[in-house]
């Protein structure tokens, strides 16, 4: 009987959090995996006709690497993949990708890694802790490397907002994304954050709304990103006006993210109708904070 994993969409940032702070979504993708004859990758979903049905597909590589880091000669295995979450928006679609095969291989194995061992394996192929942390542990996680680790440490999620994305038809390689960022930038920009960030940890602790939608602007990465995405500022004001407490890119984008304690519908229909008057066709989702992580659902 296959290993079947559960694991949840994320969203980074936050705003001003850049590589910080990552929030785990109820959006998921299931990863079914199985030692086989031959090996075999079926995608449904999100990326089926476009990510690799073979042995070069990301997570069949994660997973068999697993299997080699714990003594096993490399297997040959059996993945399907079942996606929802969209394909390069900003919503931790490669996280979702490494943790389940690293949690789904890892339960196939009769689990010899801890989630810690997981997790900074996890760091290593992604390249950054922000999407892989919630994505693995669930909930909201502040995260930073020091050295060569990954140092995490979960906050509680006020339960009375959710998350509304706006995910448009446009997609943004992470790669790109972070090319059109400076590689330095004015002190004043950096104290600006500093300080927002410190005020967004502050008004979700202390339940302070009304300094949410100043404490989720951000000068390091928004400012650059933003032409990627045209009509992103307007979908930002039009979420605000909606009554939205916050808004900001989710991620590297394409997807919008906002908080709400009010009405989800008004906030997304708001930020796709923004895009839709500057070109750029979106649907949204309103999605509580998963705060479970990576699940094996069986085994």
Do not use: K
Not at 136 to 164: K, N, S, Y
């Amino acid at each position: 009987m296959p290993i079947v994993v559960r694991v949840p969409a994320s969203t980074t940032n936050l705003g001003p959090g850049f590589d910080a702070l990552g929030l785990a979504l109820a959006l998921h993708n299931r990863i079914e995996i199985d030692f086989a004859e031959t090996p075999t990758v079926t995608v449904v979903g999100e990326g089926a006709g476009r990510l690799p049905a073979d042995p070069s597909n990301l997570a069949y590589r994660v997973a068999a690497d697993l299997c080699e880091a714990a003594g096993r000669p490399r297997p040959t295995l059996a993945l399907r993949l079942h996606n929802a979450v969209p394909v390069r928006r900003g919503l931790g679609s490669s996280s979702t990708a490494i943790v389940g095969a690293l949690v789904a291989a890892n339960a196939l194995l009769g689990e010899p890694f801890s989630r810690e061992e997981l997790l900074r394996r996890a760091v290593a192929i992604e390249g950054h802790p922000d999407n892989v942390t919630p994505t693995l542990l669930g909930g909201f996680q502040v995260v930073t490397m020091i050295g060569d680790r990954p140092v995490h440490v979960r906050l509680p999620f006020p339960p009375e907002l959710t998350a509304v994305v706006a995910i448009p038809d446009r997609e943004i390689e992470t790669e790109h994304a972070r090319a059109v960022l400076p590689p330095t930038v004015p002190s004043d920009d950096a104290v600006f954050n500093v300080g927002r960030v410190a005020l967004l940890l502050a008004a979700l602790a202390a339940r302070r709304w009304e300094w949410l939608g100043a404490a989720m602007e951000d000068r390091l990465h928004q400012p650059y990103r933003a032409p990627l995405l045209p009509g992103f500022a307007e979908a930002i004001a039009a979420a605000r006006a909606a009554g939205a407490d916050g808004a900001c890119l989710s991620g590297s984008g394409s997807a919008l993210l906002a908080l709400t304690r009010r009405e989800p519908a008004a906030v997304g229909e708001a930020m796709v109708a923004a895009l839709a008057r500057a070109g750029t066709r979106a649907t949204w989702r309103a999605l509580p904070c998963d705060e479970e992580g990576a699940v094996v659902e069986s085994a």
